[in-house]
């Protein structure tokens, strides 16, 4: 787990802010960070924190959340973060209601980022924003991938994280995101099933998530990382490069027919 508090950020975004940035482990892919409000960041000497994928029985495709839990009570005892944060700073949730992310980042749980709507109500995807105008609620398109793409560059969530030291063992080992599984030659013969896996774009600034299984792009070389479209992928290739490898099949060695 790392959590860092800094005043220092990358761009405006961050200026003057102090956030609690908690390392919850790989999902989906990627490996995942949980933005915290300041005041909230002696959560994680009482919670242990890790990555949840929540997949939407009603085929709305998978989100990933920040999920706490009290490590002498284990995991049952747990609560998402965003629900835990609302409950200790705005009451209790009513039935018929839920706590939503605005912009669409599902682990950024700064409590300016949460709200409450009734369960009816059309939740943000990836990409999209709540925006409040009187009595109505509605989502706008804010980095769905295509050739613009700049606010995944300069979204808060990017900034913040781009804080954190470069991992060593991340960066070589970043694309294994599934067990294998090799022969004594060092090949791959088998690969974890993924057929029931979702994933999100495997550009670090972009959390769009696939609503649908095997929705995104796959890179042609090395058959791992997953993209939501080719803005996405062009902007990764410089880093992603470093550590794509073309997938090797295994050697199949066909026998004489008996004689």
């Not at 769009?208 to 042609?220: A, D, P, Q, V």
Request: glycine share 8%.
């Amino acid at each position: 787990m790392k959590i860092v508090a800094s005043s220092n950020g990358a761009t405006s975004q961050v200026s003057g802010l102090k956030l609690g940035i908690v390392r919850l482990g790989r999902a989906a892919g990627k490996v995942k960070y949980a933005l915290l409000d300041e005041r909230d960041i002696g959560l994680v000497q009482e919670y242990a924190f890790e990555a949840r994928v929540d997949v939407d029985r009603n085929g709305g495709g998978a989100r990933i959340f920040a999920y706490a839990y009290d490590v002498a009570r284990g995991r049952a005892s747990g609560a998402y973060v965003h629900q835990l944060l609302w409950e200790k700073h705005c009451g209790g949730i009513a039935p018929g209601f839920q706590v939503i992310h605005r912009n669409g980042v599902t682990v950024d749980n700064r409590l300016e980022n949460l709200s409450l709507v009734p369960k009816v109500a059309r939740l943000p995807s990836s990409g999209q924003q709540i925006v409040h105008r009187s009595s109505t609620t509605s989502t706008t398109n804010n980095h769905i991938c295509d050739d613009s793409g700049h606010t995944r560059e300069h979204s808060l969530y990017w900034a913040a994280i781009q804080q954190l030291p470069a991992d060593p063992g991340e960066e070589q080992y970043g694309d294994l995101g599934v067990t294998r599984y090799y022969n004594v030659n060092g090949e791959v013969i088998d690969d974890e099933d993924d057929t029931f896996c979702y994933y999100e774009c495997h550009y670090p600034p972009c959390t769009n998530m696939e609503r649908e299984l095997r929705e995104f792009s796959i890179c042609g070389r090395c058959q791992e990382a997953r993209y939501c479209g080719t803005y996405c992928q062009q902007k990764d290739w410089s880093v992603h490069k470093k550590s794509c490898r073309e997938r090797k099949r295994p050697y199949v060695v066909e026998r004489p027919p008996e004689r």
